[in-house]
């Protein structure tokens, strides 16, 4: 396996680790914890809102992700962080999902030829891999934020989407045996 070949792929597992991560947390929320606000100014996001954003720049950055600016003209990103009555759970939820498509059919056809091509994000030229990187951080710090708002809202009934507390010390003999021949 090349190095290129390597970063593709692991650059595709952390994004799945990353979508499974937020829909670990998604399933645990009723519509109420989904469209909460954290607190009354106004300020601070949704659950629904971040869906919503995540959804909007995936759509933007991954469609025609090699021949286009990845800030698509038609994309209103402030209007991300707006919810309006069309923005049911199950639309935003589809909208989510098209995201991910849209990732993964941009990023199923690259080789090792193309991490260092030119690709642009609102006319400031970035590599295929520093693009990559670029979504993978930002994707990293909204999940972090759809999950801390469901354990917030699930309080004591919050099912641990990694170790559980407590549980180190039997996580890691179970990874290390997994590990041995």
């Known amino acids: 396996m090349?190095?290129?070949?390597?970063?593709?792929?692991?650059?595709?597992?952390?994004?799945?680790?990353?979508?499974a991560l937020a829909e670990g947390a998604l399933r645990q929320v009723d519509d109420q914890?989904?469209?909460?606000?954290p607190e009354p100014s106004g300020e601070t996001n949704s659950i629904a809102l971040v869906v919503k954003h995540l959804a909007g720049n995936a759509r933007s950055r991954w469609t025609d992700f090699l021949t286009s600016d990845g800030e698509k003209p038609d994309r209103h990103r402030d209007?991300?962080?707006?919810?309006?009555?069309?923005?049911?759970?199950?639309?935003?939820?589809?909208?989510?999902?098209?995201?991910?498509?849209?990732?993964?059919?941009?990023?199923?056809?690259?080789?090792?030829d193309d991490l260092m091509r030119e690709v642009t994000i609102r006319g400031e030229p970035h590599t295929v891999l520093k693009?990559?990187?670029?979504?993978?951080t930002h994707y990293g710090y909204h999940v972090g934020q759809i999950?801390?708002?469901?354990?917030?809202?699930?309080?004591?009934?919050?099912?641990?989407?990694?170790?559980?507390?407590?549980?180190?010390?039997?996580?890691?003999a179970k990874m290390?045996?997994?590990?041995?021949?």
């Open 79 to 112: 209007s991300e962080f707006e919810l309006t009555r069309l923005d049911t759970r199950a639309a935003l939820m589809a909208a989510w999902d098209q995201g991910w498509t849209l990732l993964d059919t941009a990023l199923a056809p690259l080789t090792d």
């Open 33 to 37: 914890a989904f469209f909460a606000a």
């Open 131 to 136: 693009a990559i990187d670029r979504q993978l």
């Open 176 to 181: 290390r045996g997994r590990s041995q021949p």
């Open 147 to 172: 999950v801390l708002l469901a354990r917030l809202a699930r309080g004591a009934h919050w099912e641990s989407l990694s170790v559980p507390r407590g549980k180190s010390e039997e996580f890691n």
């Open 2 to 19: 090349t190095l290129g070949t390597h970063v593709l792929a692991e650059a595709r597992a952390q994004f799945g680790k990353l979508k």
